[in-house]
T-cell receptor, first 116, second 118 residues
Framework: AQKITQTQPGMFVQEKEAVTLDCTYDTSDPSYGLFWYKQPSSGEMIFLIYQGSYDQQNATEGRYSLNFQKARKSANLVISASQLGDSAMYFCAIKGPSGSARQLTFGSGTQLTVLP | DTAVSQTPKYLVTQMGNDKSIKCEQNLGHDTMYWYKQDSKKFLKIMFSYNNKELIINETVPNRFSPKSPDKAHLNLHINSLELGDSAVYFC?????????????????FGNGTRLTVT
C-alpha cells in the first residue's frame, strides 16, 4: 500500500519569501510518481508539479520546485517569492503500481497562508 | 473549452432521496475517476474507469453506483442519501502514463460538486 504524510496542517509565510511544504511517502514500489496539487478557497484542484522516482534532477515549474530526497522518502514542495494568491490548501500525492490502476493517493494537505 | 466538467456544482437534497452527478471530459483521456473530499479536506478514491470498464471500486457503500456510457463520461448515482454522504465529489481524468516515465500522468480534476444532505 502507498501512503502520504503531510505533517504541517497549517503554514504561514510572509509575501515574497520562500516556503517549504513537507511531504513524506511510504511505498514498496521501485517505480512511482509524486505530485503536488493546489486547492484555493474556490475549490478546484490545480496540478502544480510532478517528480518521477527515477528522475535524477529535482523538478521545477516556475516558482515551484520539488526537493526530492529518495533515500529519505521525502518530496517537499518549495514555493519561492510567495504571493498572496498562493494562499491555498496544498496536497502531496503518489501514484504507483501498488496503488492500483493509476489512482492518486493523497496526503491530508497543508493550508498555506501568505501574509502581506 | 472546459476540460473536465461536472454538474451540478451544488446539490442540496434530503435524506432518502436519489441523486446523480454528471461528469464529462473532452481531453480524450482513457481513465476517469470519482474522488470524495470530506469535511476535513481529505481526498479518497471511490471509483476508477478505464475505457468504460470499472477498474477500482474502493470500499464504498453500494448505494453509490458509477456508470460510464462512453470513454468521455462517468456519472455517479447515489441512492437513499444519508447525512454522512455530505461532501465534495470530484470527477477526474488522466491519459495513459508515458512509456519512458511510468506513473507520470497527473489527474485533471473537475471543479467539484458540493453535496449537502439535510
Amino acid at each position: 500500500a502507498q501512503k502520504i504524510t503531510q505533517t504541517q496542517p497549517g503554514m504561514f509565510v510572509q509575501e515574497k519569501e520562500a516556503v517549504t511544504l513537507d511531504c513524506t511517502y511510504d511505498t514498496s514500489d521501485p517505480s512511482y510518481g509524486l505530485f503536488w496539487y493546489k486547492q484555493p478557497s474556490s475549490g478546484e484542484m490545480i496540478f502544480l508539479i510532478y517528480q518521477g522516482s527515477y528522475d535524477q534532477q529535482n523538478a521545477t515549474e516556475g516558482r515551484y520546485s520539488l526537493n526530492f530526497q529518495k533515500a529519505r522518502k521525502s518530496a517537499n514542495l518549495v514555493i519561492s517569492a510567495s504571493q498572496l494568491g498562493d494562499s491555498a490548501m496544498y496536497f502531496c500525492a503518489i501514484k504507483g503500481p501498488s496503488g492500483s490502476a493509476r489512482q492518486l493517493t493523497f496526503g491530508s494537505g497543508t493550508q498555506l497562508t501568505v501574509l502581506p | 473549452d472546459t476540460a473536465v466538467s461536472q454538474t451540478p456544482k451544488y446539490l442540496v437534497t434530503q435524506m432518502g432521496n436519489d441523486k446523480s452527478i454528471k461528469c464529462e471530459q473532452n481531453l480524450g483521456h482513457d481513465t476517469m475517476y470519482w474522488y470524495k473530499q470530506d469535511s476535513k479536506k481529505f481526498l479518497k478514491i471511490m471509483f476508477s474507469y478505464n475505457n468504460k470498464e470499472l477498474i477500482i471500486n474502493e470500499t464504498v457503500p453500494n448505494r453509490f453506483s458509477p456508470k460510464s456510457p462512453d470513454k468521455a463520461h462517468l456519472n455517479l448515482h447515489i441512492n437513499s442519501l444519508e447525512l454522512g454522504d455530505s461532501a465534495v465529489y470530484f470527477c477526474a481524468s488522466s491519459p495513459q502514463d508515458g512509456q519512458g516515465a511510468p506513473y507520470n500522468s497527473p489527474l485533471h480534476f473537475g471543479n467539484g460538486t458540493r453535496l449537502t444532505v439535510t
